[in-house]
């Protein structure tokens, strides 16, 4: 019987799909994380950059409208060369005073404000004194002057905060009026400070740097706020591209597999007897040529190739002294005991070539064995019961071995010949040629 062998859907192509669907999202979400990151501090900084602009602006204006007037009025002894106030002439104090107030009014209004700080080696003032790392910072400062600033976003308790540090200009001649000797500086310099801290600069170095640092803790809980729900569209696009993608490859393959299907049922009904279930005629016409190729590409001593044919004697009268019923049951009979001839042999197919014709093709074998083999068939034939059959069911035969080269229709013509003679010679037997 056909045995219907459950068709396999190939599911590794939809590994894959998931596989490469997966990476993709990761590699996407990945960047896109990375780039909302980037966007906030890169808007941070940009504001940042504003204040400093205000910050600068406001330095130059001291230094260059401020002071200038100051230091003429002690050219003139209006004020005296001596006179020195932080609030007029220091313009970091300056800057530290207004950033103070500017603070003030933006924690009064309940928003975020960047935290400044300079930093020093040596400053006038203690608040101003850099830490062992804002040293190490200065230094890279004055090592590479190509390095303008620095930023990183930074975990300090639990909150996420983005550092800002840029240097100050390289000490110019009039920065050293007030940071070079001591003994030159305004009196009440030294008076204010002492004569400590503050000084010995050198021209052309670094001596601080600013820094800022903003809480961006809520601004990046946003952040991913937005992350999350973009890569959860990213993930639902994906998801239903795999199902869609999935459905379709699902549906093509199960009407592959169902035409693969009906190619094999069809092949087989085409190559099989439907009452015995043996090979039937096209079965042999298609197996017989591969067997007599196979026979000719090995060594002759080596390898042969026998076919027998089988005719029921008398099958004519089965039918008609018994009904057609029972003449089907004795070709399945037969076709039965042809099945477990066959598989007792190594190499050896059966056929039913039509009506009660029956033929065996073995391999590897020799006159001893084919006679045996047409005694055990003719022993188990006289053996079947069949209700309502009360006869001795006889069978003749023919056989021959495969010559080198041979077509298959000498071959079968030369079978035809035997079973023949045997026929002729009064049935119930065997003939060899
Ligand atoms: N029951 C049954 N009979 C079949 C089938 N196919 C062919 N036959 C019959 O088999 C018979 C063959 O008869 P013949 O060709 O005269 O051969 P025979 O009676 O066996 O005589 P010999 O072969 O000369 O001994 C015919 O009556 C066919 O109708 C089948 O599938 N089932």
């Excluded at 940009?46 to 002071?67: G, V």
């Amino acid at each position: 019987m056909y045995s219907n062998s459950e068709f396999r859907i190939n599911k590794k192509p939809l590994y894959w799909l998931a596989t490469a669907l997966l990476f993709s999202y990761l590699i996407i979400t990945a960047s896109i994380y990375q780039q909302v990151k980037n966007t906030i501090i890169e808007n941070k900084l940009n504001e940042l950059n504003q204040h400093i602009l205000y910050q600068t602006s406001l330095r130059q204006y001291i230094n260059s409208q401020l002071k200038p007037i100051i230091y003429n009025l002690q050219k003139e002894h209006i004020l005296s060369y001596d006179f020195f106030d932080p609030h007029l002439l220091s313009s970091t104090f300056i800057s530290r005073k207004v950033y103070q107030i500017f603070d003030k009014k933006l924690d009064a209004k309940d928003l975020n404000s960047w935290k400044y700080r300079l930093a020093a080696k040596n400053p006038r003032n203690p608040v101003n004194q850099a830490t062992p790392e804002e040293i190490e910072l200065l230094e890279k400062f004055n090592s590479d002057r190509n390095l303008k600033q620095i930023h990183r976003v930074e975990m300090i308790n639990s909150q996420e905060t983005l550092y800002y540090a840029a240097p100050f200009n390289a000490n110019e001649a009039n920065c050293l009026m007030c940071h070079g000797d001591p003994k030159t500086a305004p009196k009440g310099l030294i008076e204010k400070y002492g004569s400590e801290h503050g000084f010995n600069e050198k021209l052309g170095d670094i001596r601080a740097f600013v820094s800022y640092r903003l809480n961006i803790t809520e601004s990046m809980l946003n952040a991913n706020k937005t992350f999350l729900i973009i890569s959860l569209i990213i993930f639902a696009f994906m998801a239903a591209f795999f199902a869609l993608a999935s459905w379709s490859y699902l549906i093509e393959q199960r009407r592959k597999g169902l035409i693969i299907q009906q190619q094999q049922e069809l092949e087989y009904v085409a190559h099989h007897d439907f009452l015995t279930n043996l090979t039937n005629r096209h079965g042999l016409n298609r197996d017989l040529p591969v067997q007599l190729a196979k026979l000719n590409n090995e060594p002759v001593h080596l390898s042969n190739l026998w076919v027998i044919m089988l005719d029921i004697d008398f099958f004519k009268s089965i039918n008609d002294d018994f009904g057609h019923d029972i003449g089907d049951l004795t070709l399945q009979k037969l076709g039965e005991i042809l099945k477990t001839e066959k598989n007792n042999l190594e190499h050896a197919e059966a056929y039913r070539l039509g009506g009660e014709e029956f033929l065996i093709v073995i391999r590897n074998t020799d006159t001893k064995i084919i006679k045996a083999l047409y005694k055990d068939i003719c022993t188990s034939l006289a053996a079947i019961k069949i209700a309502g059959l009360n006869r001795i069911i006889k069978i003749s035969a023919g056989a021959t071995e495969a010559q080198p080269n041979e077509h298959q229709y000498e071959l079968l013509k030369r079978v035809d010949q035997a079973l023949y003679q045997a026929k002729e010679q009064g049935r119930a037997r065997l003939i060899i040629i």
